[in-house]
């Protein structure tokens, strides 16, 4: 971008001639010199330059010849037309090449006198891409992928498919709608200016998540707050209430595989608010109307419920879990204690105390020695850790809870949260680096409640029971897959 040491000079010289003209009548021919280029990037040019004189001209074009070689073979002529005036004019040109040299001289056209100024050589610049956001979506959406020096022929690739370009801000703002999917869930995202191709950091994820029904629940009994237990790939489900009106004295049975549930013996009476984990259950109320107390505490082994003794407590609409071999209750009438039951030593115990409200309603999951519960006031998942007894802040939920109870589950590194009653919406939480992505919407209807969740083979299997005020709408039997699409 540098002028010429002899082109200053010489415009120096025509300046002083200017000044000394004002003390003499004294014309000279005009000349025109190339100043500068005030702007560039992977593909425009904007250029100034200047007639220098002390009188009107006549010119009949005037502006810039720009050229990929010394010789301006082959240039490119960037026309502003007539002028009469002296002074400085602007210019510019698109559709250069990419880190290209490129020479540019200006000109002026006297009625067949063409005068040229000297020539300046500018380098085209290289498109740099840095990131995008957001990170996942669904096919359609738009994200911003924000970068510098973007051609007017950008392409924007989601792994092999190619997506929309909807606008380019400043050349440093693409607009893109993503395409559909592909073959893959998660894809790089890919750049190309002119053929220059640019792969950004990270990748993008497709909301995807397949939700299948199953079948109606075998029975007209809406189930609320009932239990649930897992052994292997065999789920167990039931008591509670019917609707929270009677109580439902059955239990249900169900094996991955079989086409629906069915009914299974365990004629020891109605279990109403007990808690349950995956292999234990116990406490709750034998009645709704005057509730009485149920101390009655029982293991799932082999297919059998293994009465344990009466528990030591009175305990109802608690949150159970299981870490280490050991079961932990904590929440509902017992406040804010938690208490853990050691197998091995058939012993309870105090083992601390939870800083907010718990109770079996409350979305909680467990990954490894630590069982995470969302704060239904605030949306902030806190971890509990079975080895210190410590809470740690973990991030907050983005997505609607509802008004309680709903899915989560840990599979792998990845929890997978959502269906919060009245809500329909399915989130991932990548518990490494909290990071969030979401799911597809469950597709079925949000007037029932989610009772029971159930995992097995990376899938998870619920039930859905309508809403009191839903008159004539069975139970229903899902299984969602977080990776399908």
Sequence with gaps: MKIRFSVVLSCLILCGILFFSCEEDFDFNPAVVTEDVIFASGERLRISGRIITNQ???????????????SFNQSI?????????????????????ID??????????????????????????????????????????????????FTTDTEVFFGAVKGEVIGIDFESVLRVRVPPIGDEAVVAIKVIN?????ILNGQFSYRIGQYTKIANFPSAIRVFDGISLQEDNIFYFGKGSDRGQALNSN???????????????FPEGDFWRSFSSKNFFGGGFSSIIS????RDFFRLENGVFMPLGDLPFNVADAAAFELQGNLYVAGGSLGDMIYRYSPGDVAWEIVGNAPFSIDYTLLNFSYGNRQYFINQDNS???????????????????????NGRGVAVAIGDRAIIGLGNRSLQMWELDLINNNWIRKNDFPGSATERT?????????????????????????????FDPSGF
């Design 56 to 70: 009107r001209i006549e010119a009949i074009d005037h502006g810039f010849f720009v050229a990929d070689n010394p």
């Design 77 to 97: 002529k960037v026309s502003l037309g007539d002028r009469q005036e002296p002074g400085r004019f602007l210019g510019e040109v698109s559709g250069l090449n």
């Design 100 to 149: 290209t040299k490129y020479y540019v001289k200006a000109f002026v056209d006297l009625s067949g006198e063409v005068l040229e100024g000297n020539t300046i050589e500018i380098q085209t610049l290289t498109p740099s891409a840095f990131d995008f956001t957001p990170n996942n979506g669904p096919d359609g959406s738009v994200i911003s992928i924000s970068g510098k020096n």
């Design 194 to 198: 002119q053929g220059r191709e640019i």
């Design 251 to 265: 239990l249900w049975r169900y094996q991955v595989g079989d086409s629906n549930w069915e009914l299974f013996d």
């Design 291 to 294: 509730p009485q107390s149920r």
């Design 380 to 402: 902030r998942i806190y971890a509990f850790d079975a080895v210190t007894g410590n809470w740690e802040f973990i991030t907050v939920y983005p997505g609607s809870l509802g």
């Design 451 to 479: 009772e029971a969740t159930f995992l097995w083979d990376g899938k998870i299997y619920f039930t859905r029971s309508a809403e009191v005020q839903v008159f004539g709408v069975p139970g229903e039997f899902w299984v």
